[in-house]
């Protein structure tokens, strides 16, 4: 079972991180509004992944703890007295870096409960060098910043996304066996 409960939460919240990723395409941040509405998107997949996550064992405890991280680090950013483009791009690369190495920690040790395991490791990698390019400030300006924390969005939420859906088709193949 999914330390997220039913499937659905799972979506709900990759749900939001797509459409925020989609948001920050398309719209002309300054870096004020940028940190802002990272914050808010921050605590709100905080709040999110926490409120959802069953507590359950290992699982369970690093889904509240990476709910804690974010709503941790969304407040940090709208406390930031003067947010610069050097401040944000540090702590949600960070948190980029950080959140994929773990993920592709557990599912390598656990590949043999997910099917689609490469796929999430990959994702991760992604996220992991999306985040080093965050950090790293390649990009160096708002709009560039805006637009790698953007696909970073959409890559975390599509896998959760997928992830949600593969967990429902095997909740409902798992009922169909069992009758």
Same mark, same amino acid.
């Given at each position: ?11 709900? &919240?990759?749900?939001? @991180? ?10 002309g941040? &300054?870096? *004020?509004?940028l940190a *802002? ?5 921050? =605590?709100? +997949?905080?709040a999110? $992944?926490? !409120?959802?996550?069953?507590f359950?064992?290992v699982t369970g ?6 709910g804690?991280?974010? *709503? ?9 007295? $003067?947010? &610069?483009?050097?401040?944000? !791009? ?9 959140q994929? &190495?773990?993920? @592709?920690? =557990? ?6 409960? $997910?099917? #689609?395991?490469?796929? +999430? ?8 060098v ?10 160096g300006?708002? +709009? ?16 959760? =996304?997928? !992830?949600a ?8 193949? #798992? $009922?169909?066996?069992?009758?």
């Amino acid at each position: 079972m999914s330390p997220f409960g039913p499937p659905w939460k799972l979506g709900v &919240t990759g749900a939001v @991180a797509v459409i925020a990723g989609v948001a920050l395409f398309l719209v002309g941040w &300054t870096i *004020a509004q940028l940190a *802002a509405f990272v914050a808010m998107l921050l =605590i709100g +997949r905080g709040a999110l $992944h926490v !409120t959802t996550t069953s507590f359950d064992g290992v699982t369970g405890a690093l889904g509240v703890l990476q709910g804690a991280v974010e *709503a941790g680090a969304g407040v940090l950013l709208l406390a930031w007295p $003067h947010p &610069t483009l050097l401040v944000l !791009t540090i702590v949600v690369g960070a948190i980029v870096v950080v959140q994929a &190495t773990v993920d @592709a920690t =557990i599912v390598g040790a656990t590949r043999r409960e $997910h099917v #689609h395991w490469t796929a +999430r490791v990959v994702a991760d990698v992604l996220q992991v060098v999306l985040g080093v390019v965050l950090i790293a400030r390649v990009s160096g300006t708002v +709009r560039g910043a805006a637009l790698i924390i953007g696909v970073v969005g959409v890559v975390a939420g599509g896998v959760e =996304i997928v !992830t949600a859906l593969a967990s429902a088709k095997s909740t409902l193949r #798992h $009922h169909a066996a069992a009758l």
